[in-house]
């Protein structure tokens, strides 16, 4: 690491709409160094690195690089500053080459030859260490070998200065060695290098200074070698903020749920549920935490019967016929056939939650349209609970017969929290509740969630704010890379305890 | 250069001439009177290429395209015209609410009016009329319902592309109907008509076609029913809106899937049995003359809704028969016709545009060019 500065963010702020994604940031990026971004999701890491690399503007503030002040509006001027960004989601065209990729969209004005181009890329990947055919189509590469030429192409672009938004999360640990080795390479070759990553254990292997990102400010950078981990979570996390959000002591807790060793793998063949054991208890709020795609959405969609398990069981205890009922790969009809009430607040609302080109009232219709014998809808009922929820909920809309995409978010996810509590559930799983809500939406929200927990209903609630999940629940399992990391008291456990556990399982020590 | 860099400095101070925006909500008023401004337009275009190319009078050349589609004892045929194109539209369009692009009723009706003339073929003069018109529509039903649920297995399990499949099967009910004719007809004239096949359907009340009118009438509102306010219905719509969306609540999608395509494919096999039995008593590879694939228009211009497609229909219909007449009338060549049909059509798929859009014009460019002046110009100063 040298003393020169290759980047410098003077004040950079921007906004989405109300939403304060930057603000007042500055940084420095010395030459020859890796610098890792730290942050929990929604702090801001990615908007910042999108705007030096020109897919966003900033609203206020300047960027330096190699001390001259840069206007960068698009990645072909972040290019021209030497600036290339490796973004989480490749943008590969299958049927090309590696090669073929790397050069695409380059207009130097040179004779395009892709021998002369294939030797340029074999000089890059010898020098650093790659392991790529440039010949190679994309259709038959792994995921790290498409990262790979992700990367190349901005080598071969010459930047001198790369930022990767979270390469690790889709490399195996022993890819992640090797994609290590090849940073070290370039660093110690004078590039700089940005390394956005929520897994502190990496940042300790691999960075030489950590700029921590919290509520879109940028809270403190420190030398990787004179810190630690828990120091870091500190940092990451903050101090905590109280909400007043309500919390009943629960009572008469029995066992709901049982979800023991459940395990699943994605289509690639990647674990994405490692031995999940836990177990739901009638009449209190279970939070489940943990870094974005750490098996939250395919546990509860495991429990819902949309994700078929390879591993384990779920044992629902019914409280009227006091059965056990093993709901593993059973479809959601099946399971709802058993006389399982559950009801899934899913992340994705008007995805699968809800259907946005229908109306209000034919969104109500999405779990009850099948009852009685005739072969007709009837639309009667559910005009009345959509107008029921209307009125209680506060939804903001023209009518009941207005398309649910139409809607502002906040009124989107009464429209589908109110449904799912309609049906009266003795479990109840809501993904993110309140992602993107207003204060008071939000608030309503808890309310729900607490109602139907004094009702006697298990309530799972996946959450990312960790101020909420610690007021919220009254336990919280915290999970990392698919497997268990910890379950928490909700009334002792500390922002730093679940952090900590979020980022490494048990939490060290 | 030093030019070219002038008109590029000057193009980025220009204001745009115009900016387009989404409507949020367009009411009916607004959705009708831009459709009808369409088709004033449509013939005002038209109207002027007739004078221009032709020299005839244009008001001549309206008045025999209606008398092609309504003029004395044409009314029927037209009608019947409506129905067919109806009833194959019919057909494609659960499939379509569910978005699953079934490009294959010319297929799928071919081979329901392959299956009907086989019956007929065999036992017209050895069954009496009742029993023999049932196995018709059965044989045509089950033809068309075989033809449907093939692509839609393969889509269903192995996510086969439906367009292309539906499509190509297309051909092998082409080619089955050739092999019928080469095996039906040993005269070779390609056609295998009434002499081998027998007349089909009886006239109902003695009037031609009624019968097929009647049929599509009937289906019509059933079709509206079923896709609006049935489960199955709203099953194929929640399919086709969000396939996710399906899944968590619990809908099989695949039987949604196989359950639709096996109702379009049998509609289409109606239709079939419909032209062979009702109409052409007689076979061969183009009679449904590439209704099949007007269909798919149809259905798109009336929104999936079964009561507007019978407007969108009547247009086609009215449009394509008048045509043929001024080919014939004015003794122009019949790519004359089709110049105005294919006006006509341009502007009413156009104007859907300005239904989902608006287009605001920058009120400084207005301003310049009312007073007269060459924007240009003025703006260089």
Redo the contacts between chains.
Sequence with gaps: MSNKIALQLKGISKRFGSIRANHNVDLDLYHGEILAMLGENGSGKTTLMNMIAGIYYPDEGQIFVNGEEAVIRSPKDAFGYRIGMIHQHFKLVDLFSATENIVLGIEDGGKYRLSDAEKKVEEITKRYGFEMDPRKKIYNMSVSEKQTVEILKVLYRNADILILDEPTAVLTPQETQKLFAVLRRMRDDGKSIIIITHKLHEVMAISDRVAVMRRGEHIATVVTAETNESELTEMMVGKKVSLNIDRDEPVGSTDRLDVKNVSCVSAEGVQLLDHISFSARAGEILGIAGIAGSGQRELLEAIAGLQPLTEGEILYHNPKTEATEDLRNKTPQQIRDLGVRLSFVPEDRLGMGLVGNMDIIDNMMLRSYRHGRSVFLDRRQPHELAERIIASLEVVTPNAQTPVRRLSGGNVQKVLVGREIASSPTVLMAAYPVRGLDINSSYMIYNLLNEQKKNGVAVIYVGEDLDVLLELCDRILVICGGRVSGLLDGRTATKEQVGLMMTKIGGGD | MADSEKILTEKKKTEPLFHITKR?TVTLAQSIGIRAIAIVAALLLCALVTVVLTGDNPLSVFVTVYKGAFGPGRSLVTIHDIAILLCISLAVTPAFRMRFWNTGAEGQTLIGGLATALVMFFWHDTMPTLPLVLLMLAAGVAAGMLWGVVPAVFKAFWNTNETLFTLMMNYVAIQLIEYFLKIGDKSGSNVVGPALLGTGIPNLFGVQYLFNIVVVALLTVVLYVYLN??????EI??VG??E??A??????VRKVVIRTMLLSGAICGLSGFLIVGGASHSINASIVGGRGFTAIMVSWLGKFNPISMILTTLLLVFLGRGADEISTQFGLNSSFSNILTGIILFFIIGCEFFIRYQVHLSRGRRAQTADGAKPKETEGK
């Design positions: 949020s306010y049935s489960k199955h219905g709203y719509q929640v809106e969000s996710n969306t899944r968590y609540i619990g809908i099989d």
